[in-house]
Nanobody
Framework: QVQLVESGGGSVQAGGSLRLSCAASGRIFSIDDMGWYRQAPGKQRELVAVITSGGSTKHADSVKGRFTISRDNAKNTVYLQMNSLAPEDTGVYYC????????????????WGQGTQVTVSS
């Protein structure tokens, strides 16, 4: 019913930038929160940033001042601008959508994208 498709991952050197995008498609009436999580090898998945439908944002302390989350509600798309990337930012980045109201009625609590790899070399 709903798909999240991420794009924009890749390999960069430390200090570089990447911009991730995640487009939600399907029988979507509205999406409450959209966010980005990441998982490094051998570590648990962690929150990177989240944005509400009203535009309120929260960024993890480790990325504050370097990463910026934004969204286009009309396109059901969320972005993550990542600047000053460091090797510790390496991991698989997952898009997340919470409290998705469907056009056919009902609400799904959460959807995840398939993930996109970000690799930062020193």
């Amino acid at each position: 019913q709903v798909q999240l498709v991420e794009s924009g991952g890749g390999s960069v050197q430390a200090g570089g930038s990447l911009r991730l995008s995640c487009a939600a498609s399907g029988r979507i009436f509205s999406i409450d929160d959209m966010g980005w999580y990441r998982q490094a090898p051998g570590k648990q998945r962690e929150l990177v940033a989240v944005i509400t439908s009203g535009g309120s944002t929260k960024h993890a302390d480790s990325v504050k001042g370097r990463f910026t989350i934004s969204r286009d509600n009309a396109k059901n798309t969320v972005y993550l601008q990542m600047n000053s990337l460091a090797p510790e930012d390496t991991g698989v980045y997952y898009c997340n959508a919470k409290r998705v109201v469907l056009t056919i009625g009902g609400m799904i609590s959460e959807y995840w994208g398939q993930g996109t790899q970000v690799t930062v070399s020193s």
